[in-house]
């Protein structure tokens, strides 16, 4: 049986304490997924073997009285877009249901020289396209807070496994909101670093300008861990950031009494549901009782981010997406007789509807006599975006934001309707165009008892303030 609330300092202490070991709390997770997951569908592949090889180390080092990394014994599950050395890695997709890698992830390879228990690889919408976990290939993600909803997607079931108890931390990846947004739906805490905070080494591209590995935990601190462990600059990654990394959890102590806080009205305008409303300006006054100031910003090209993000996103995912012909690892259709009918009809088969969908618009934003109409413009409008914000934090030292507009909505409520799910990620796209950090913060329920989530936005690399901010709201509420 697993404990409530584990945290990372939990289970380290524990196990260093003797009061527990690495094999019992693998071995408990993994009861605790074979007697939910049935229902939520969190998981698409276990490595029981890896993980229980890597706990019996740790119980070997905690035995010998060695002192423990930082993720000694944590159970953690790794969204399947992010490659593991021998284990399956299919990105939700067809195309790649068969797919071995050969390396490791390098976000994946931090966690397990830290000491993590890496469980298994968790579902996702196919190749990260998506706000609902629906699109999987596989099976769909439900909410572990009512199984009749979405558990938000892309990082659905990564967000899941920790909001069910079946991982003590996980990692996802965030191209629009693809972690904040199901953190937000699931009631977990979710953090998107800074655009080269974190290596994509062994990250299935989906936009690569766009895309971020970061984690899905159950408490601020312990996101500012796993930050602390996968964050720096990687040789192999020429888009990874030499930049210092600060001792997150250190930064964690720091006030943050004086410190002012940006509210940008574009963020609170039509659309926003009443009760999200509510709980993200009841949380926005408790930041203030703790001693921030609050100062309004202005973000005027927020709503043309929609549209810039879905130019951008599919144009970049139709180019990083052309490697799937049916030639070496992905799908290959059978019967084929011609290499021109392989091509056709391994990518039809292989991918699903909302992936072509998006290669399609992507390929005829890049198209001859569209590009500048369509993709240039598109980066322009990203360059105004960004300095929007880059203005705004002269001004402060974050933004509070809603982190969706609405609470988990039901399992195929807007599926037909791809534009009314592209507006579900309206509040989080604009920081992946800035490529600046952001966290979602649990602040409230509805009604309903669906969690809703505060997003605190802030300067490029300054994810030490986002966590502070969001630490000492954790704490007080």
Same mark, same amino acid.
């Given at each position: 049986?697993?404990?409530?609330?584990?945290?990372?300092?939990?289970?380290?202490?524990?196990?260093?304490?003797?009061?527990?070991?690495?094999?019992?709390?693998?071995?408990?997770?993994?009861?605790?997924?074979?007697?939910?997951?049935?229902?939520i569908?969190?998981?698409?592949?276990?490595?029981?073997?890896?993980?229980?090889?890597?706990? =019996?180390?740790?119980?070997?080092?905690?035995?010998?009285?060695?002192?423990?990394?930082?993720?000694?014994?944590?159970?953690?599950?790794?969204? =399947?877009?992010?490659?593991?050395?021998?284990?399956?890695?299919?990105?939700?997709?067809?195309?790649?249901?068969h797919?071995?890698?050969?390396?490791?992830?390098?976000?994946?390879?931090?966690?397990?020289?830290?000491?993590?228990?890496?469980?298994?690889?968790?579902?996702?919408?196919?190749?990260?396209?998506?706000? @609902?976990?629906?699109? *999987?290939?596989?099976?769909?993600?439900?909410?572990?807070?009512?199984? *009749?909803?979405?558990?938000?997607?892309?990082?659905g079931?990564?967000?899941a496994a920790?909001?069910?108890?079946?991982?003590?931390?996980?990692?996802?990846?965030?191209?629009?909101? *693809?972690?904040?947004?199901?953190? @937000?739906?699931?009631?977990?805490?979710?953090?998107?670093?800074?655009?080269?905070?974190?290596?994509?080494?062994?990250?299935?591209a989906?936009?690569?300008?766009?895309?971020?590995?970061g984690?899905?935990?159950?408490?601020?601190?312990?996101?500012? %861990?796993?930050?602390?462990?996968?964050?720096?600059?990687?040789?192999?990654?020429?888009?990874?950031?030499?930049?210092?990394?600060?001792?997150?959890?250190a930064?964690?102590?720091?006030?943050?009494?004086?410190?002012?806080?940006?509210?940008?009205?574009?963020?609170?305008?039509?659309?926003?549901?009443?009760?999200? &409303?509510? @709980?993200?300006? *009841?949380?926005?006054?408790?930041?203030?009782?703790?001693?921030?100031?609050?100062?309004?910003?202005?973000?005027?090209?927020?709503?043309?981010?929609?549209?810039?993000?879905?130019?951008?996103?599919?144009?970049?995912?139709?180019s990083?997406?052309? &490697?799937?012909?049916?030639v070496?690892?992905?799908?290959?259709?059978?019967?084929?007789?011609?290499?021109?009918?392989?091509?056709?009809? @391994?990518r039809?088969?292989?991918?699903?509807?909302?992936?072509? &969908?998006?290669?399609?618009?992507?390929?005829?934003?890049?198209?001859?006599?569209?590009?500048?109409?369509?993709?240039?413009?598109?980066?322009?409008?990203?360059?105004?975006?960004?300095?929007?914000?880059?203005?705004?934090f002269?001004?402060?030292?974050?933004?509070?934001?809603?982190?969706?507009?609405?609470?988990?909505?039901?399992?195929?409520?807007?599926?037909?309707?791809?534009?009314?799910?592209?507006?579900?990620?309206?509040?989080?796209?604009?920081?992946?165009?800035?490529?600046?950090?952001?966290i979602?913060?649990?602040?409230?329920?509805?009604?309903?008892?669906l969690? %809703?989530?505060?997003?605190?936005?802030?300067?490029?690399?300054?994810?030490?303030?986002?966590?502070?901010?969001?630490?000492?709201?954790?704490?007080?509420?």
């Open positions: 049986m697993i404990p409530d609330s584990l945290t990372i300092d939990s289970v380290r202490s524990s196990i260093q304490e003797r009061t527990t070991t690495a094999l019992a709390l693998a071995e408990a997770h993994y009861a605790r997924i074979q007697k939910e997951d049935g229902e569908g969190a998981y698409l592949t276990l490595c029981k073997e890896r993980a229980l090889e890597q706990a =019996d180390r740790i119980d070997r080092m905690a035995a010998e009285g060695k002192p423990l990394p930082p993720l000694a014994g944590v159970p953690v599950a790794i969204k =399947d877009v992010m490659s593991t050395c021998g284990v399956r890695t299919t990105a939700g997709s067809k195309s790649l249901a797919y071995i890698p050969p390396y490791d992830c390098t976000a994946v390879a931090h966690m397990e020289a830290a000491g993590a228990v890496v469980l298994g690889k968790t579902n996702c919408d196919e190749f990260a396209m998506g706000s @609902s976990n629906e699109n *999987s290939a596989f099976k769909p993600v439900r909410n572990p807070r009512d199984l *009749s909803r979405v558990p938000g997607g892309s990082s079931g990564s967000a920790v909001a069910a108890d079946m991982a003590v931390v996980a990692l996802g990846s965030d191209t629009g909101g *693809s972690i904040r947004q199901p953190a @937000s739906f699931c009631g977990v805490v979710g953090l998107m670093p800074t655009y080269g905070r974190v290596s994509r080494y062994g990250l299935i989906f936009a690569s300008s766009l895309d971020h590995i984690p899905l935990t159950r408490t601020v601190k312990d996101a500012a %861990i796993v930050l602390r462990t996968i964050a720096g600059r990687d040789p192999v990654d020429s888009t990874s950031a030499d930049v210092p990394v600060p001792d997150y959890v930064e964690l102590k720091k006030p943050i009494r004086g410190l002012k806080l940006g509210i940008a009205k574009e963020y609170f305008s039509d659309g926003l549901d009443d009760e999200v &409303r509510h @709980s993200v300006e *009841s949380a926005i006054d408790k930041v203030k009782s703790l001693g921030c100031e609050l100062a309004p910003v202005s973000l005027p090209h927020t709503p043309y981010s929609i549209p810039t993000y879905y130019l951008i996103a599919t144009a970049e995912a139709s990083n997406l052309a &490697r799937y012909d049916g070496r690892y992905s799908y290959r259709a059978p019967g084929v007789k011609s290499l021109s009918e392989m091509y056709r009809r @391994s039809d088969e292989g991918f699903g509807a909302e992936v072509k &969908r998006r290669i399609m618009l992507g390929t005829y934003a890049l198209s001859a006599g569209y590009y500048d109409a369509y993709y240039l413009k598109a980066q322009k409008v990203r360059t105004l975006l960004t300095r929007d914000f880059e203005e705004a002269r001004k402060v030292d974050a933004i509070v934001t809603p982190t969706s507009p609405t609470a988990a909505f039901r399992l195929g409520e807007k599926s037909n309707d791809p534009l009314a799910m592209y507006l579900a990620d309206i509040y989080t796209v604009t920081a992946d165009l800035a490529g600046i950090p952001g979602s913060i649990p602040c409230g329920e509805t009604k309903e008892k969690p %809703i989530g505060l997003q605190i936005l802030g300067k490029h690399f300054d994810e030490s303030t986002i966590l502070r901010v969001a630490n000492a709201y954790e704490k007080a509420a």
